[in-house]
């Protein structure tokens, strides 16, 4: 058994009752909390000291959307302003010569990425395995780099001779993907608390599988116990093409697959409306947000305080790297407030008009990365700073230049400020970033050999 004294920073809990312990610790035991609270009420000596004083102490992010492999096709110019099907047509070609390795090597990258801007516990979509890939590796690139993992074994059955968007060489056999996804279950998925790899069932999206597949996979998901997750809404385009194709409004069409419930949550989701919204809140569907790559996209904004006003679910996913060119979890909080306030704005919003609207808060948009996302996964034991939870945080010190002048509110400073690279981030108890750097890997040669596979991919 070991044992971790975190001391004398503000502890932000994020629990339910939202205390914030200026002159905080946590004490820590074999990887999940068994204490918080104010310094005078926590044990004097551990088997590992970390002495946070200027620091604030927040429960670690959870990224509910992601594309690892993107990272390696940030900034394609022939992709950099278009919508989002010329976009993934302009890239796939490109996507179809990813290897093994370079699912490693991304997933490195990303996951890097990810835990110095305080994410703990990342949901990754991958949905394309071509030249032997396999979900596998980017497991084992997440082993590696320490953050927790939901890992989505995606997949793309419809390809352009079929009616859909992919083409023909990126998609793969029903058969095939089911007998994968089972496989992948039975070896890694763990349901326990503290679980470091979770598996998650993800059909692409509406044009990219058959409805067979949709419900084939929600039927071999429940039989496991499992969750599902896939794209939908995204764009007025595929509203569209789910009207065209399946004479349903995209989640009309969710409900003809069996894919609404508890155990489900959809990517992007801006395409709804209020009878849709309350479908979401009814069943318990979750939302992940990625403001920032709708806004590259083009593709619109999430009706984000109608979700919370309906009791949905909803968290933060940075989305793919190739859509957003960032894996910035604490900016992508930021974005979000900031994004909610832009709505508001065109919408008409007016203190003097209506005093009972508020703009979203720092420590709302927070608690969308913190404890939202936790709930959107379907995790209870990550999302907060209490006991029986993960020891799962970051921290960062306050008395740099990006925060001054803003101390009298720390909390607030942290998503209103320029966001920064974090100086802590701590999965289990085991430092995985420590004074703003990498434990686990180098980063100067990650970078080196990341870029040697994106200008290779981009070569053809």
Request: negative net charge; contains cysteine.
């Amino acid at each position: 058994m070991t044992t971790l004294l975190v001391k004398n920073a503000y502890i932000v809990t994020m629990d339910d009752h939202q205390r914030e312990i200026p002159d905080g610790g946590l004490f820590i035991r074999d990887g999940f909390i068994e204490q918080v609270g104010e310094m005078r009420e926590m044990p004097q000596s551990a088997d590992e000291v970390l002495d946070l004083k200027g620091h604030i102490v927040l429960p670690g992010l959870v990224n509910t959307h992601h594309h690892f492999y993107q990272t390696l096709t940030r900034a394609v110019p022939a992709a950099q302003d278009a919508n989002l099907f010329n976009w993934l047509k302009t890239l796939y070609p490109i996507w179809a010569r990813l290897t093994p390795e370079d699912i490693f090597i991304s997933t490195s990258t990303a996951l890097a990425e990810l835990a110095l801007s305080g994410c703990t516990t990342a949901s990754d979509h991958l949905y394309l395995f071509p030249n032997g890939s396999k979900l596998n590796d980017e497991i084992a690139a997440a082993t590696e780099i320490g953050l927790r993992i939901q890992a989505s074994r995606g997949s793309m059955s419809l390809g352009e001779s079929k009616g859909g968007l992919p083409p023909d060489s990126v998609v793969d056999t029903e058969e095939s993907i089911l007998k994968d996804s089972q496989r992948l279950i039975e070896q890694y998925h763990d349901a326990n608390p503290g679980a470091s790899v979770q598996i998650v069932l993800a059909p692409c999206s509406p044009f990219s599988v058959t409805g067979d597949l949709m419900k084939q996979s929600a039927r071999l998901a429940r039989e496991y116990g499992v969750h599902l997750h896939t794209h939908l809404a995204e764009t007025e385009d595929e509203e569209q093409f789910c009207l065209q194709k399946f004479g349903h409004r995209p989640v009309g069409y969710m409900q003809e697959v069996d894919w609404i419930g508890e155990d489900v949550w959809f990517a992007h989701a801006v395409w709804v409306n209020d009878e849709e919204i309350q479908t979401f809140a009814k069943h318990h569907c979750g939302v992940a947000h990625c403001p920032t790559s709708n806004m590259r996209l083009a593709s619109g904004i999430a009706p984000l305080k109608e979700y919370r006003a309906a009791g949905v679910n909803v968290g933060l996913g940075v989305d793919g790297s190739a859509s957003n060119d960032g894996s910035h979890l604490l900016a992508e909080v930021r974005q979000a407030m900031l994004l909610s306030r832009v709505k508001e704005g065109i919408t008409g919003y007016s203190l003097s008009n209506d005093p009972n609207r508020k703009l979203m808060t720092a420590r709302e948009a927070l608690y969308l990365g913190t404890r939202g996302g936790a709930a959107v996964v379907g995790r209870k034991d990550i999302g907060s700073l209490e006991s029986g939870k993960c020891a799962d945080f970051f921290a960062i010190n306050l008395n740099r230049l990006d925060l001054a002048g803003a101390l009298h509110d720390p909390v607030s400073a942290v998503v209103f400020c320029q966001p920064v690279r974090v100086d802590y981030t701590v999965v289990g108890g085991k430092l995985i970033v420590k004074e703003g750097q990498l434990c686990t890997v180098d980063e100067r040669k990650l970078v080196e050999k990341h870029n040697r596979a994106a200008k290779r991919l981009l070569a053809g």
